[in-house]
């Protein structure tokens, strides 16, 4: 079983350092070998390729836009009203991660719209979606890019976000019932789903470039039950992403999680992509890296290109 690849979220590490092109090069002398950032574009994209670069590293995920946030925007992709938005947002990203050779990008649900009831308006943010991730693959697809799906708690971190948990009011067994059944629905002349789960909207829109973002801080907040959840959707899986639970701190940090089973099993189930440090550091980031320094010293450190 290879080790796993770390990517170090640059919008999270490395807060005492000012600008991305500082945490980029932070990131590759603290020996990770990739990045990802929500955000970058308040740098034009030739500096932080030109960053990237000579630090040896690669950037591997990047957000689309997330709308207008003094409105409370937190993406999108599932926000009635808002699809030509969504849209130039998409076009920016993907210009650039071209730029930045970055394979991939999440295409964020966004929130459900202030003073709006979540029941009485989820049919048509499905709606929405759908027909927002249908052009996001076609577009994406043109480029050899893949586009991911994140689930992101309600609990905790923003009540409002629209795509809550991978099951979205179902049960893994019902979510794997849906998504063998949804192919042949499509066929049909049948009443649309009431609740799709994200692994079901993956598989209604249909396309092989659109994947899940598995953040275990927010799984573990909305479902637990985090080894059923990685066996059932890790298949469908193009990212992962870590943090602690509930203080969202480093993995070694204290908490409800064993990151050293978790990190197993993900090597026992063969997870192949890269797993995003995206935690608030509780001290000097590089400090707090020891986890992964351990990590490397028990398992190896994997080369660019492996």
Same mark, same amino acid.
């Given at each position: 079983m290879a080790p796993l690849?770390? !990517?170090a979220n640059l919008s999270w590490?490395?807060?005492e350092l000012p600008g991305l092109p500082a945490r980029v090069r932070a990131a590759g002398s603290s020996g990770f070998e990739a990045v990802e950032v929500a955000w970058p574009y308040a740098e034009p994209p030739e500096t932080l390729a030109r960053a990237a670069r000579e630090a040896g590293l690669r950037l591997v995920l990047i957000n689309t836009p997330p709308g207008d946030q003094e409105k409370g925007e937190m993406g999108l992709g599932a926000v009635p009203g808002r699809q030509a938005a969504f849209r130039e947002g998409l076009e920016q990203a993907v210009r650039y991660a071209k730029a930045l050779s970055c394979p991939r990008i999440h295409l964020m649900a966004g929130r459900v719209p202030q003073g709006a009831d979540r029941t009485a308006v989820k049919a048509e943010m499905e709606t929405v979606f759908l027909e927002n991730l249908r052009h996001a693959a076609g577009v994406l697809a043109q480029e050899d890019l893949v586009? #991911?799906?994140e689930p992101i708690n309600t609990r905790i971190t923003d009540p409002q976000y629209f795509l809550d948990t991978p099951q979205q009011g179902t049960t893994p067994a #019902?979510? $794997?019932? #849906? !998504?063998l059944l949804i192919p042949v629905l499509l066929r049909l002349t049948v009443p649309s789903l009431a609740s799709l789960t994200a692994a079901a909207i993956l598989q209604k829109v249909g396309r092989p470039n659109l994947q899940l +973002?598995?953040?275990i801080f927010h799984w573990q907040i909305m479902d637990g039950n985090l080894t059923g959840n990685i066996q059932e959707f890790l298949p469908i899986v193009g990212?992962? +992403?870590?943090? %602690?639970v509930p203080g969202r701190g480093e993995p070694s940090s204290p908490g409800e #999680?064993?990151?050293?089973?978790?990190? +197993?099993? $993900? /090597?026992?189930e063969g997870y192949k992509g890269f797993v995003g440090c /995206?935690? %608030?550091?509780q001290g000097d980031t590089v400090e707090g890296l020891s986890w992964l320094r351990s990590y490397w010293d028990r398992r190896g450190h994997p080369k660019a290109g492996q």
């Open positions: 690849r770390f !990517s590490l490395f807060p586009g #991911l799906l #019902l979510c $794997l019932l #849906l !998504s +973002q598995m953040d990212h992962v +992403q870590v943090a %602690q #999680l064993n990151f050293p089973y978790l990190f +197993q099993l $993900l /090597e026992d /995206e935690y %608030q550091p």
